[in-house]
């Protein structure tokens, strides 16, 4: 009889350990994949955010490739006159368009300014709300905190394609 029960106890103790190990691998994993999404934002966010002391103008878009799109840049302020500067083109909607945009420090590329360039650059961090949000709902059955998530996500994901 204390056999059993012994063994009845290690198995409850190694499904309780188990439960546990769950909740922090998938607890890690979510955290994970908000941290990539921010990293991969901030990296354009920061241009299109803090732009002060930075190199800012108007940029009129002349042509573009499948990528990217390319123009003159001519400075609000201080700065010189650029013939060439190139632009995600995302952010764009045709050729002969004006940008406010701000130049990335020691190159030619040049990041849309104001909320609608602010939104494109969090695009990442939208898309990793909504993968942290399957995470949470089918992996740690944190069904309210997945909604907020994916919710928070996905409204991330319309407001920056209605603003462009």
């Known amino acids: 009889m204390a056999k059993r029960s012994l063994a009845r106890r290690t198995a409850e103790s190694t499904w309780g350990l188990l439960l546990v190990a769950r909740i922090v ?3 890690a994993l979510v955290l994970l994949i908000l941290a ?3 990293w991969t934002s901030w990296k354009t966010a920061q241009h299109a955010m803090l732009t002060k002391g930075r190199e800012r103008g108007t940029m009129t878009v002349s042509a573009c490739a499948t990528d990217t799109c390319t123009g003159p840049f001519v400075p609000d302020g201080l700065g010189s006159i650029r013939a060439k500067v190139t632009i995600d ?11 406010p945009v701000a ?3 020691g190159t030619d590329t040049v990041v849309r300014v104001g909320t609608a360039g602010v939104l494109h650059t969090w695009i990442p ?11 949470l709902a089918g ?5 309210r905190t997945a909604w907020v998530a994916g919710i928070a996500g996905a409204a991330l994901l319309g ?5 462009l």
């Open 25 to 27: 691998v998938l607890s």
């Open 36 to 38: 990539a999404g921010v």
């Open 89 to 99: 083109k995302a952010v764009t909607h045709r050729v002969g368009e004006r940008l």
């Open 103 to 105: 130049v990335e420090p």
């Open 125 to 135: 961090f939208g898309g990793a709300l909504l993968l942290a949000a399957l995470v």
């Open 139 to 143: 992996g740690l059955r944190w069904t």
């Open 159 to 163: 407001a920056a394609f209605l603003t």
